[in-house]
């Protein structure tokens, strides 16, 4: 492979030359990208969606949230941050119920998160977080500690820290 610089003979543009091909074009009135050269690289070979929006849409978070299990004001944990999350519901220890803002269009949807610590062990004690049941409007997790010795029930904790990421 070889790289290289061209300009033109008045000095106001110039290419990066990828194998002898202007790859990038660089002018005073903006940047230019020359095609992908390898033809193997297709849209049908990176999506199965109709369209790039599509495509882009299926690849973002539909809902995600950061908040604290240790919380209750009104019946529902302290939401550090989220997007599309309007509450979380608070429906004992460990137990919690993600509401949406706006509704998922069907069940078939992924969760993906994680929890961390606990009022009783710190804020390295180790849990584990399950989905106990999923609907359009929401899910609710289960917080709790596998690590007690001669229990092999989770146990279940408030976690300090629960984050989840919603894809569909």
């Known amino acids: 492979m070889s790289i290289g610089l061209k300009s033109d003979s008045s000095g106001t543009s110039g290419s990066i030359v ?24 297709t849209f049908s ?26 919380t209750n004001t009104a019946g529902n944990c302290t939401i550090r941050a989220d997007f599309n999350v309007s509450t979380v ?47 359009t409007s929401g899910f609710s997790l289960f917080t709790g500690s596998p690590h007690i010795v001669g229990n092999f029930a989770p146990v279940a904790i408030d976690a300090t820290l629960v984050s989840a990421a919603v894809f569909a």
């Open 89 to 135: 519901a608070d429906n004992g220890t460990g137990n919690y119920t993600v509401n949406f803002t706006t509704n998922m269009t069907s069940v078939n949807y992924v969760v993906s998160g994680l929890a961390r610590g606990g009022t009783t062990g710190g804020d390295d004690a180790g849990n584990t977080l399950s989905m106990r049941s999923i609907s």
């Open 18 to 41: 990828i194998n002898g091909s202007d790859a990038v074009l660089v002018t005073t009135t903006g940047i230019t990208t020359a095609s992908i050269q390898d033809s193997s690289i």
């Open 45 to 70: 070979k990176l999506s199965t969606s109709a369209t790039e929006a599509d495509n882009a849409a299926s690849r973002v978070a539909k809902a995600w949230v950061n908040f604290d299990g240790t």
